[in-house]
């Protein structure tokens, strides 16, 4: 009988150690070509693009939500400007 110091020797490699040399072979390999590296870099470059203007249009959002709950709070006379700038925004963007 065996014991399981001697099973562990003897084991089969599993498909995930096999994939990742493969990943790491195919990535050293494409490394030395300048197109992969070019793609590399335009990748890095248009994510970095797309994640800037993601957060602009997120912090746009949250600037129009934050006045909106401003006006809500500081009385009467701020409603009435804030349904008068829904009635023109309402009127602008109609086509």
Known sequence: MRTPDQEDSLRTPK?????CGLVVI???LGFSSYYIREL???????????????????????????????????????????????RLIATYARP
């Open 15 to 19: 498909i995930r150690e096999c994939a």
């Open 26 to 28: 195919i990535s050293g």
């Open 40 to 86: 590399l870099v335009s990748l890095a470059l248009f994510s970095v693009a797309f994640l800037s203007l993601a957060l602009t249009v997120l912090g746009a959002i949250l600037l129009w939500w934050a006045s909106e709950q401003l006006a809500g709070w500081s009385g009467p006379a701020s409603r009435k400007v804030l349904a008068l700038s829904r």
